[in-house]
Structure formats: C-alpha cells, structure tokens
C-alpha cells in the first residue's frame, strides 16, 4: 500500500514494541502483542473522531496487522531455521478485505499461507505447525479473528474454482510476507487464470449473485435500517465491481474504467468518495459495537451520527442529515455499481474470449433495429440515437420512461447515463409544460404496469427533477416503529402493491380489485397513491392536511379534471382514518356504520379508500398487515356500502328482538329466551349474530340451571376462522372489577387478548367475550392451556387468589420483563399517550393509551378504568413493534352517573399517573 504520514508512524511504534526473541516468554509476547493493539487502535479512533476518511482508516488497520504479523514470520522462521534449517520458499498473502488494505475495526482477518508444491514431507509439515504455533496461535489470543488456508498455487486455483467466494477472496490477494516473488507469481497466475478460463461465466455468474444478494436485502437503499456492507448501494456493490473489472481488464482500478471511458473522471471521484464514507459509517459501528455490526440499527443511529461528527443537539434533526448523507452516498454507489455491472457484462469490447459461431449467427437474426422517437430499439433494449438526443428536445426524457413502459424495453448503461448527466434539463419551463405533464400523467394510467417505471425514473433522479413536491421526500426518514423505508420509497412500494391488485398477483387481495372495478376510475388510485404523503416533506405531524394544500396545486399543473378533484383529495386528507375507525369502534353497532357511511359520503370515496388503506399498510412493514387486521378492515367496509347502497334497512328494538325469537335451542323454552332478550342492552343486538345469541342464552341457561356455587362461571371456546383467533365467552355475575380481573387472568395464561366486548344484563348477570389469539399461531388449541386459564378465571372471580399478586408474580418470572421499561428508539424514551374523550356525533365516550407494553399492562389500564368509576363495553388491543395502542369504549357503572368532561380529565391523569408509577399499581 502507498505510503502515508500515518502508517509511516505505526511502522515505527512496530520496530519498537514488536521485538520478539526466544528470551521472552510465550505470556510476555503476548503481552507486547496485545498492548500494541490497544495503543494503534486508541490512535485509530483519534484519527477517526476528527474526521479521517473511511478509506485512510480501514487501510491503517490493515498496516498495523501488516507489521505485527511481519514480526511474527520473522520470529517463527528463526524458530523453523533451528528444526529444518535454511528457509524455504513460502509466503503469507493476505485475502479478502484484508487483501484489498481495507479492514475496519472488527474485521476479520483472512491470511493465505502459500507453500510451494515442490516442498513437501516432513519438513513442510514443520514448518506448517511452526506458522500456526508461532503466528496462528498469538492473533488469536490476542482477539483477532483470523481465518486462514494453506495452500500450493494449484490447491488455491481449484478451491477458487468451486466456489465464487473464494475466487472474490482470492482476486484480492495481496503480499505481506515471505518470499515476494512467489507471492507475485501467484498473483499474476491466478489473475491469468480467471481471465482466461471462461471470464463471461465468472461475470455473469457474479453479477447474479450480486442480484440475489440485493434481492434478499430487499433491493433498495431506502431501508430505515440499511446493512452498510452486504444491503443494496452497500460496500459489496462497489467491491463486485472492482473484481468484475480486474477479470475483465486485470489490475487497473476505477482509473483503469476511467481511461476505457466506462466513467468519467467526476462519477469515478463521487463513487470513490461514497465508499469511503460508507467505510466510515462501518468504523463508527465497530467501535461502538466492540464487534463486526453491519447493519445500521435505527437506535443506533444518533450515536453513530454523534460520532461521525453530526452535533445537532435535535435528535431528529441529527439522525436525518446523517441518514440523508448516508442514503445519498448508498444511492451514489447503487446507480454507478448498477451502471457498470451492465457495461463489464454485457459489453463485447475487451473480451478476451473467443467469439463462437453461435454468437455470430444469433447476431445475424437480431431484429433490425428501430428508431422510436430519437431512440434505438433493439432486442428490447432503448439506446440514445446521438449524445445530443435530449439537448435537442428536453421533453424526451420524460416521454422515454413512458416508450420505455409502453415497449417494455429496458434502458441500456449508456443511455441510464445520459440520463443521469442532462437532469438538468428539467427547468421550470420543461416542469410547468403541459405536453410533458400529460406525459408523466400517461405513466400512471398504465393499470398494473406503473411501478417499475416510477422506479426507474426514481432511480435516475428524473422523478423528483420533474416533480419537486416528491423530490422533497427522497431520503426522508420517517422516525417511527412502523415505516421501514424512506418516505418516497415507501409512495413506490404503495404502488408497487398496487400493480400486484390489477395483476391479480397479490395473495388476498381479490376483493380489493372488486372494490375498484366498481369505481369509474380505477387507476385513479395510482395517482392517490403519488399524492398521499407528500405532507411529509416536513415531518409526519399535520402531513394529511399539508399533503391536500400541496395535491391541489400539483393536480392543476398535472391538468387532472376538476370533477376528479374531489375524492382524490378526500382520500389524501383522511387516507389514515379508516385504519382509526376500525380500531376505535364496535364495527358490529349500527350507530358506528352509519357514522363512518356520512363521514365518507359516497361509494367511490369509499372504495378509494378501502384499496388505498391496504396498499399503505402493506407498503409500510412486511408484517405490519394481518388477517385480524384484514377482517376488520373488510367488516368496516362491507357494514359501511351496505348503507351507502342502501341494503340494510333500520329495525326498530322490538322487532330486533322478535327476530331472534324462531331460535330453536335445546333445553331452553321460549319464555327463557324472552326473558334473555329482554335483559340485555339493545347495543347486545348489534354486534351478536344468531348464533352467538343462542350460544350464549344456552350458556346463560346452564348458569341458572346448573346448581354451581354463585359465582362460578360458564365458559365456552369457540375459533373464528376468518380472524384466525380464538374467542372466550364467558357468563359469570356482575361484579366490582370484572374485567380487569378476568384481563389479568388471560394474560397471567400465555395468551394476547386482541379485544373485547362486554354487556350486563338487568339482573346483574355479565355476559363478556374475549377475542385472544397464541402468539404466532393464532388459534388456541392446547386443551391444558385453557384448563389453566379458566382455572385463573374462577380462581380470580371467586376471591380465591388476588389477580394483583399473580400478575406481578407473574412479570417477575419472565427474564427481567418490566411493566415500566424504558423502550427506546432513536435513544430516546417513548412517552405515554393517554386521551379520553367523547365522540359526539356516535355518543362514545373513548379511552385511548399508547404505551410501551409489558405484561399486565392491560390488567392495569382495567384496573384504573374501574377504579375511577367507569365501565368497559368494548376494547380493542394492538402491540407492534413493541408498543401498545389499546382503545376502550367505557360508560358509566351506573345510569345515574353523569359523564362529565371533569371526570374524563380525571380518568386521563389517573391513568397517566399509573403508566408512570409503578408504586401506583399497588395502590389502585
């Protein structure tokens, strides 16, 4: 490697503390070894924290193992000289990213001990277990982590050949020590080797590979927790390059690339430039993380950016410049590497293949090629017919992506270029011209077939060009627990979800295509989707209602239809209440439709909306979307264009209940089943279907019949196929805290309660339903888990055992499970949320909790609910990513009682206080 001030420097702090001789002991060089390490590493992270470039550092690092393993070798052939005499021919290469001079913090080490063929038997074998005893064993005691191969020149070819790692390892090869001409004829070798045996295979066979390895890392830069090495723009991309190049060209570099005109002078610089800072973001890791970390962990990232400098005291602030620097260099390396991977394999200058009769002859049946527009069409592939194609007409880069989508023709490196490099082009003038608006508006009526081409357009930086309200939102990191991409990758990836509906591709989404086809539009969507969170160019709070002010403009330079205007920008306003109302309401009460029906107003509205809700969901986390959420989702909608259709016609009380009257359930006469649908609360009708009536007046029937000591409940369990849950009926007398001791119950057993409902009949018989599900799996189906589960039931209603005492007995047990933990994202504390409030327009009164969750949680917001006075008639529980959102429907215990707005404040404190305290969870 070049010389440097620096390493100059640790050459010199080597000759002084790495002095081995067989007067010291194994413990004492040790001892030299590890205090080396530990004073070039603190000079490491000195150069580091002010400022040195990736590059500089990872080179080092791999200076300062050069020179300790020299000294090493020097010592262990004095000690091979003593048993085998003169020295033989061998050397120690390093390979990999070690090969290259590039070893961050944690790296490992990977070291070829090349041995010639010629030497062999017992003397070999000597020398063999000296090098390990003498150079192996010391590293490794040291804490290096260190792989190694002893091979001859051949072994190495063959091992290369078997696997494409090792042959990537390997074109890094790079002398240490040893015999250097050995070394050197090794080198040229095995280059020669891989540039004369079949180099196509080896490039398009590594040009997959780099494709299925960013395929598995989900292909885009825009991952809010991207892997710096391995993920797409990562340090891999530019690596695959570099060997590609040195197969195709042998040892030359980017500078070699440059002078054959596959990069200009400028991108080679930027390129280089974004490796190195994506080296140094890898540094920053390792020294926090003590080991090899990759991936660019969303709390982690304030103090990686505290450390590469970014000083900002906002937190928010800090991590988005530093994540935007991040994406930006990650987007630099993906567009330049995916540039050049195209021109090294499929470029036939430079081959140093023969051609075969079979390449001339499918040359001469090519189709001829075809002029579209001042663009070359050939073989599905669009080229630029002259280097001044968009000069001459600036609008054909716009219509180029719609010929692109249109032809299904892919861009060839050399016109993605030219692409790249005339952006600016894209003035006001070309943004405000109406013949290129109706262009990119073409793009988006193309049903089922508009994301690969937004994504290209994306890609090369035309999209944001030309639409500046979306370019305000590339590399915008959304600081939530749920979106995992940037918030234009995220708008992408709704469309993507998009296209798979029309295509009828996307498991379980038939319905949703329905939905659509109903509508007189149904691309229009494609637009919704564009427009939908373009409000967040400054951040998620308001961005709904700044998404509307910004959508108007851009829907009248895009020259959408006034008529049109209206339910594109009712979705982009309320795009997020759907989702809300499903998991606030009882979807089952008919006053809740019917005040979802006026919300939305019209059926294509609605159906815009019900498409739009699944696309933004799916495109946000892969699991962020699940069959409890679809079923609600669907049971919103169906209840609510029922009503828009008009095909569910009001029942009044009486003859609600006289149509339950016809059921025919053993055991119980009619009288019993009068007096059943006399007792209970009109709303019981509205989220109890036939079937669930007449279980639970068979169930009610048993409790009065059954002669049990009062108090004993009767329990049924029963699957719900479409929600994939299990439900617990349960019918047991009313009592003080009911449902926060039978919550506890459920939750003490291993199970997740999901939602609940609860009515009182007037003769203080309770009648609950639990809706609960086994993490992961759904239904429950083991028979000892519900034994013990209805034994903490009856345990807890019948006063045998305090449901305080076993919940927190029960959080003790599980591994340091804290009720009151501080869940951090983006190091900080995520606060509380309480909110209670009533929703006039239904006559809810509403109870809203957002907290980190923890075992008990829900035990102890039931607690608190009952203790202040209150009653809950239905709830709904939701934890992801660790944080969760449970909702109540609470009404007063007694029809005497008065909800006032002074009592809703207290409710929120009290339950504040308890979120926060946990010496108040005792004193409840």
């Not at 499929?346 to 090519?366: D, N, W």
């Not at 030219?418 to 009526?445: E, K, M, W, Y």
């Amino acid at each position: 490697m070049e010389d440097d001030p620096l390493f100059r420097r640790t050459r010199q702090h080597a000759e002084k503390r790495l002095v081995f001789s067989e007067a010291k002991s194994d413990k004492q060089r040790l001892e030299d070894i590890k205090e080396f390490l530990r004073l070039e590493k603190e000079m490491l992270l000195r150069y580091h924290r002010k400022g040195d470039s990736g590059l500089r550092l990872t080179r080092a690092r791999a200076v300062i193992v050069d020179v300790l393993i020299q000294s090493l070798f020097k010592f262990a052939l004095e000690i091979a000289k003593d048993t085998i005499g003169k020295s033989r021919p061998m050397s120690i290469l390093a390979t990999g990213g070690y090969g290259r001079g590039e070893l961050c913090p944690q790296s490992d080490i990977d070291l070829m001990f090349l041995y010639s063929k010629s030497f062999a038997g017992k003397n070999q074998e000597i020398l063999k277990e000296t090098m390990t005893r003498e150079i192996l064993y010391p590293l490794w005691d040291s804490g290096l982590k260190v792989g190694h191969s002893s091979r001859d020149t051949k072994e190495a070819i063959l091992e290369a050949q078997s696997d494409i790692r090792n042959k990537n390892s390997m074109l890094d090869a790079r002398f240490i020590c040893g015999d250097r001409k050995m070394s050197n004829r090794f080198i040229d070798k095995f280059l020669s080797h891989c540039r004369k045996n079949d180099p196509e295979k080896y490039l398009n066979e590594l040009y997959e590979h780099q494709r299925q390895r960013r395929k598995e890392k989900e292909s885009t830069v825009f991952l809010q927790a991207p892997d710096v090495k391995s993920g797409a723009g990562g340090l891999r991309d530019f690596q695959g390059v570099l060997w590609m190049a040195k197969v195709k060209f042998g040892n030359q570099g980017l500078g070699g690339l440059v002078r054959r005109k596959y990069l200009s002078e400028q991108e080679s610089v930027s390129y280089s430039d974004a490796y190195s800072f994506l080296l140094r973001v890898r540094n920053e890791l390792h020294f926090l993380s003590k080991r090899p970390v990759d991936i660019l962990h969303l709390e982690k990232q304030p103090e990686v950016a505290l450390g590469l400098g970014y000083k900002e005291e906002d937190i928010f602030r800090r991590v988005e410049l530093f994540m935007g620097d991040y994406y930006s260099s990650a987007r630099t390396i993906r567009q330049t590497s995916d540039i050049l991977e195209q021109r090294l394999v499929y470029a036939t200058s430079g081959s140093t293949s023969k051609i075969s009769f079979r390449k001339v002859l499918s040359a001469y049946r090519s189709a001829p090629t075809q002029n579209v527009d001042g663009f070359d069409l050939i073989d599905n592939k669009l080229s630029a017919s002259s280097a001044d194609v968009f000069d001459k007409d600036p609008e054909r880069i716009l219509r180029l992506f719609r010929h692109s989508q249109r032809l299904s023709a892919s861009l060839t490196p050399d016109l993605r270029s030219l692409v790249r490099n005339r952006l600016a082009l894209i003035d006001s003038t070309l943004i405000n011209s109406p013949s290129a608006n109706v262009t990119f508006r073409s793009v988006l009526q193309e049903v089922g077939n508009v994301s690969p081409t937004l994504c290209e357009m994306h890609e090369l930086g035309v999209l944001g060009r030309f639409i500046p309200e979306f370019g305000r939102l590339t590399c915008k990191v959304q600081h939530d627990l749920y979106h995992r991409f940037t918030a234009d990758v995220h708008v992408l990836h709704c469309i993507t979800v998009l296209d798979e509906i029309f295509q009828e591709k996307r498991p379980g989404s038939k319905q949703y295509l329905n939905a659509l086809r109903k509508n007189e539009v149904p691309g229009l969507l494609y637009l919704i989707l564009f427009l939908h969170d373009l409000g967040k160019d400054e951040g998620p709070k308001g961005h709904c209602e700044r998404g509307v002010e910004i959508s108007i403009s851009l829907l009248k330079r895009l020259g959408i239809s006034e008529e049109m205007h209206d339910r594109i920008l009712f979705v982009v306003r309320n795009h997020l209440e759907m989702v809300r109302y499903a998991n606030k309401f009882d979807l089952d009460d008919p006053e809740v439709i019917d005040g979802f029906a006026k919300f939305v107003e019209g059926e294509q509205r609605l159906r815009f909306l019900y498409a739009h809700t699944f696309c933004d969901a799916n495109a946000t986390a892969p699991d962020l979307w699940n069959a409890h959420k679809e079923e609600l989702h669907t049971q919103l909608y169906s209840n609510t264009i029922n009503v828009l259709e008009g095909k569910r016609a009001p029942m009044d009380p009486e003859s609600l209940k006289n149509s339950f009257m016809d059921l025919q359930i053993e055991g119980v006469t009619d009288q019993e089943l009068r007096a059943h649908l006399d007792q209970v609360p009109i709303r019981y009708f509205s989220h109890s279907g036939r079937e669930e009536v007449a279980l639970h007046v068979e169930m009610v029937h048993q409790y009065i019949t059954s002669g049990e000591k009062v108090g004993t409940p009767i329990m049924n369990w029963r699957n719900d196929v479409r929600r994939t849950l299990t439900v617990i009926d349960i019918v047991t007398p009313d009592q003080v805290g009911l449902f926060e001791k039978i919550t506890g119950a459920i939750s003490i057993s291993g199970l997740n309660i999901l939602g609940a409902r609860a009515v009182t009949r007037k003769d203080g018989l309770a009648i609950d339903v639990f809706y609960v599900e086994v993490e992961k799996s759904g239904f429950v189906e083991d028979e000892e888990t519900k034994r013990i589960c209805e034994q903490n039931i009856q345990s807890f209603l019948t006063g045998k055992s305090s449901p305080d005492d076993q919940v927190m007995e029960h959080r003790k047990k599980l591994d340091g499970n804290r009720l009151f933990s501080n869940n951090e994202k983006l190091g900080q504390r995520i606060p509380s949320q309480v909110d209670v409030y009533r929703d006039v327009n239904l006559g809810r009164t509403i109870v809203e909790v957002k907290a980190p969750d923890q075992v008990g949680l829900l035990h102890l917001l039931a607690k608190t609910i009952s203790h202040c006075g209150f009653n809950i008639e239905f709830a709904r529980i939701a934890t992801e990513q660790g944080i969760a959102t449970d909702i109540f429907n609470i009404g007063a215990k007694s029809s005497e009682d008065k909800l006032e707005p002074a009592k809703f404040l207290e409710l929120r404190e009290m339950i504040s206080t308890a979120l926060h305290d946990e010496k108040y969870y005792h004193e409840v």
